[in-house]
């Protein structure tokens, strides 16, 4: 027998033992099994919703505009920095 062959049974039984041992894990965990299945499956089937409003611009596909402060914050700024110097 060639190592070849040697190495294509040596693969070829570890993939029969993990099998059985998934198998097995199944059997002895049946509920964590069907969790480990079922909730990507119902993740899958949510719709995407925006719940946020840059989540919303997102599904609008419409451009973001910079944020600027509001004229009050700009004058308060200015009083503060005009009064430390």
Same mark, same amino acid.
């Given at each position: 027998?060639?190592?070849?062959?040697?190495?294509?049974?040596?693969i070829?039984?570890?993939?029969?033992?993990?099998?059985?041992f998934?198998?097995?894990?199944i059997?002895?965990? /049946? %509920? #964590?099994?069907?969790?480990l299945?079922?909730i $990507?499956?119902?993740?899958?089937?949510? !719709?995407?919703?925006?719940?946020? /409003? %840059? #989540?919303?611009?997102?599904?609008?596909?419409t $451009?973001?505009?910079?944020?600027?402060? !509001?004229?009050?914050?700009?004058?308060?700024?200015?009083?503060s920095?005009a009064a430390?110097?």
């Amino acid at each position: 027998m060639s190592n070849q062959q040697q190495i294509h049974d040596i693969i070829a039984k570890a993939k029969q033992q993990r099998a059985e041992f998934i198998g097995a894990s199944i059997r002895k965990h /049946p %509920v #964590a099994a069907l969790l480990l299945v079922a909730i $990507p499956v119902l993740l899958t089937q949510i !719709p995407p919703s925006p719940s946020s /409003p %840059v #989540a919303g611009e997102m599904y609008q596909n419409t $451009p973001r505009t910079p944020m600027t402060p !509001p004229d009050r914050l700009t004058e308060m700024l200015g009083e503060s920095s005009a009064a430390s110097s």
